[in-house]
């Protein structure tokens, strides 16, 4: 197959570059002569292999895609009406089936196989016609079994072998007539005609995927291809007749096992998601090889390798499944130019979002915190969990998820609490007026130099500092790791206050005195 290939590619660029080399030697010597009308070469075989046929009108120019086109076309038109031949052969064999004059029957019944085969022979006269034609232009070397598939090839001899096709339709109306068996005759030819039309609709399949290629290089070199695109879109297609239940469910079984039609289709459905989970597994392991360069190489906060192996890991599916859509056979170029064309409008309609978008990057750039953070910004204090280019999501002490938009927390005070390894325990204790506060401040100090905790580097501060209206305070401010911060503060705490009961030391409440006076 692959050498058919080679051999075909090789006649068809020697061709041309003899085509070329004529024009230029006819130029030279007289410069009035006219060179002759390009003709079709590509349809010398109309099963030529898609890949093949993409090679051959890359080098050819509008003019010649231009015929190129006519000539595909031709094909397809004539397809299309020996699909409608035998379509309109099926209602007469449905006529004959209800004839009830077997006479009449075996009438119509000639009839339909008559049109039939007409309809074929015209057909069959237009594709050697138009491989007569390409043969020609390429030269006598060129055969139309350097590009067949040997199984399509094998394929048709069968199809041309099959006993029956070259039966006479009289002779077996007459036989249906004197074996008084029409009804039965007409059914065994409508399963044949339906048949014929699921394999013509196959073969329409091929032809319009073909017609496409030219198409699309035709376009893509300036052509006008709406009119072409609009009848094949026209012909495309399974009919049903809701009113025939045996059409109708010949037409469906018939789609689903034909080569061009369900075989196709669930194919592309293997690949659309053989894509899609190859997509997902590399993009998995791309996004991995990036944060490995992040953390090791650049050495960024996680925070930015997280965005920015997920933005990638993103990127990523979202060309897979781009990629998988062209295995569907949807054509991704309009959804791209959409996208592209209202880009404006929605830049426009998201103003904010992009607000959001540049307070993100200045947050990557600046770093004021990072994954696990605990952070007091934008109105809400928890930790960080994770950041895209639009919002950061917190997770709060009380196990609440808040998504906060990045402006809000750019344009705002940033509090970093546990952006230190130490932190300072600020307490703050009240004794009564009547007790020793050096004593206080012994027990405070005792209580903090046997926290395992505490400490020792910075020295913790124990100082009598105010004299309120109700108490004498004093300030205790001993230092802890930062993950220690709220252990030291609460266990500090109850140790003073058990402490100090001990002593008897009093810790006063506001209270007031009123003293009544009577007169």
């Not at 231009?66 to 052969?89: G, H, M, P, S, Y």
């Not at 099926?90 to 309809?119: G, R, Y």
């Not at 791309?286 to 965005?307: F, P, T």
Request: hydrophobic share 45%; charged share 25%.
């Amino acid at each position: 197959m692959s050498d058919s290939r080679f051999i075909l590619t090789f006649l068809l660029c020697v061709a041309v570059g003899s085509g070329v080399a004529q024009d230029a030697s006819v130029s030279n010597d007289d410069s009035a002569a006219e060179s002759p009308a390009p003709q079709p070469t590509t349809t010398i075989n109309p099963e030529v292999p898609l890949d093949v046929l993409r090679v051959l009108v890359r080098p050819l120019d509008q003019d010649e895609l231009k015929v190129e086109a006519d000539a595909w076309f031709k094909l397809l038109k004539n397809k299309a009406r020996q699909i409608a031949a035998a379509k309109l052969a099926v209602k007469k064999t449905n006529s004959a089936i209800e004839s009830k004059d077997p006479t009449q029957a075996a009438d119509i019944l000639q009839k339909a196989e008559a049109s039939k085969q007409a309809a074929d022979a015209s057909a069959k006269e237009v594709e050697q016609e138009m491989a007569e034609t390409a043969k020609s232009t390429l030269g006598p070397t060129a055969d139309a079994a350097d590009i067949t598939d040997p199984d399509a090839t094998e394929d048709e001899a069968d199809e041309e072998d099959t006993p029956g096709d070259d039966a006479d339709p009289q002779a077996e109306a007459d036989e249906a007539t004197s074996d008084d068996d029409a009804t039965a005759a007409a059914e065994t030819l409508k399963t044949e005609l339906l048949e014929s039309v699921a394999t013509l609709q196959d073969e329409r399949t091929a032809i319009s995927d073909r017609l496409e290629i030219v198409l699309d290089s035709l376009e893509a070199k300036g052509g006008e291809v709406e009119t072409y695109r609009q009848y094949v879109l026209a012909v495309s297609g399974v009919d049903l007749d809701a009113s025939d239940a045996t059409a109708t469910w010949s037409a469906i079984t018939g789609w689903f096992v034909a080569r061009e039609g369900g075989q196709r289709w669930a194919w592309n459905l293997v690949k659309f998601v053989a894509i899609l989970i190859v997509s997902w597994v590399l993009s998995k392991i791309l996004a991995s090889i990036v944060n490995w360069l992040l953390e090791r190489k650049i050495r960024l906060s996680q925070l930015a390798e997280r965005l920015i192996s997920g933005t990638i890991r993103n990127v990523f599916l979202l060309v897979g499944f781009a990629v998988a859509l062209t295995a569907l056979e949807i054509d991704i170029a309009p959804i791209i130019a959409a996208i592209g064309a209202t880009g404006l409008v929605v830049g426009l309609a998201l103003q904010q979002t992009l607000s959001n978008f540049a307070s993100g990057l200045m947050i990557l750039i600046n770093r004021p915190f990072d994954v696990e953070d605990v952070v007091n910004a934008g109105g809400v204090t928890g930790k960080v969990h994770k950041m895209n280019l639009v919002s950061t999501t917190f997770r709060t002490f009380d196990n609440q998820t808040i998504y906060v938009p990045n402006n809000e927390i750019w344009n705002n005070v940033i509090t970093n609490i546990t952006a230190n390894h130490t932190r300072r325990v600020d307490l703050e204790f009240g004794i009564g007026y009547g007790d020793d506060f050096e004593q206080a401040e012994q027990i405070i100090m005792d209580v903090l130099k046997n926290h395992e905790l505490v400490l020792s580097s910075p020295e913790p501060v124990v100082i009598t500092h105010a004299l309120a209206d109700s108490s004498v305070n004093i300030v205790c401010r001993p230092w802890a790791r930062t993950a220690d911060w709220w252990q030291v503060k609460t266990e500090v705490t109850r140790e003073v206050k058990r402490r100090f009961d001990e002593a008897g030391i009093s810790i006063p409440f506001p209270q007031q005195d009123v003293h009544v006076y009577q007169s």
